[in-house]
């Protein structure tokens, strides 16, 4: 019996492993994409709004500060998407500063309503440098919302044009329109 104990607590370490961004303890993208094969699935298909999340100027943190630094920055601010996920969301790591959140059944306002809470939430959390100084972060986000019999993928995209737009409209915003 305690064999078989040991065997399991390995594989539920590998999977988590395996699913799981090491740095923030957020889904990684092989778990996303598992996830959305899932929701593509359904039928019928929920609502669903993606939200693609990118800090604001986080290469000047790193180059400022020290990778350890921005490594702090983000596990806080995965922790506060953590914190606040809803029910209905899947929130991942989906590349070195960006996150993204699928959140189902869900309108387009309150898609955009969550995104502007996370928005100010992230400015409400305090990194500290080395030195113990206090510095603010902020976040620019691109939202879409699946429409029927699309793929997860081309939604994905839509976000990502819409965070673009975020960023050249002077970062720290939300859109969800192009």
Same mark, same amino acid.
């Given at each position: 019996?305690?064999?078989?104990?040991?065997?399991?607590?390995?594989?539920?370490?590998?999977?988590?492993?395996?699913?799981?961004?090491?740095?923030?303890?957020?889904?990684?993208?092989?778990?996303?994409?598992?996830?959305?094969?899932?929701?593509?699935?359904?039928?019928?298909?929920?609502?669903?709004? $993606?939200?693609?999340?990118?800090?604001?100027?986080?290469?000047?943190?790193?180059?400022?500060?020290?990778?350890?630094?921005?490594?702090?920055?983000?596990?806080?601010?995965?922790?506060?998407?953590?914190?606040?996920?809803?029910?209905?969301?899947?929130?991942?790591?989906?590349?070195?500063?960006?996150?993204? $959140?699928?959140?189902?059944?869900?309108?387009?306002?309150?898609?955009?309503?969550?995104?502007?809470?996370?928005?100010?939430?992230?400015?409400?959390?305090?990194?500290?440098?080395?030195?113990?100084?206090?510095?603010? $972060?902020?976040?620019?986000?691109?939202?879409?919302?699946?429409?029927?019999?699309?793929?997860?993928?081309?939604?994905?995209?839509?976000?990502?044009?819409?965070?673009?737009?975020?960023?050249?409209?002077?970062?720290?915003?939300?859109?969800?329109?192009?």
């Amino acid at each position: 019996m305690t064999s078989n104990h040991f065997h399991l607590s390995l594989l539920l370490r590998l999977y988590r492993q395996a699913t799981n961004d090491p740095l923030t303890g957020l889904l990684n993208r092989v778990a996303l994409q598992r996830h959305t094969e899932q929701i593509e699935k359904t039928d019928p298909r929920p609502s669903a709004a $993606i939200t693609l999340l990118d800090l604001d100027r986080f290469k000047l943190i790193n180059d400022s500060y020290g990778h350890s630094v921005g490594d702090q920055a983000l596990r806080l601010f995965a922790a506060m998407l953590k914190k606040g996920a809803q029910k209905n969301d899947t929130v991942c790591r989906y590349g070195g500063e960006e996150f993204l $959140i699928i959140s189902t059944h869900v309108s387009r306002e309150q898609a955009v309503e969550q995104a502007e809470k996370i928005r100010v939430l992230a400015q409400e959390l305090e990194p500290k440098t080395l030195d113990n100084v206090s510095f603010q $972060i902020s976040v620019s986000q691109g939202i879409s919302m699946l429409r029927p019999d699309e793929k997860i993928e081309d939604a994905i995209q839509r976000a990502d044009e819409r965070l673009y737009i975020a960023k050249s409209n002077g970062r720290n915003c939300v859109v969800e329109r192009s």
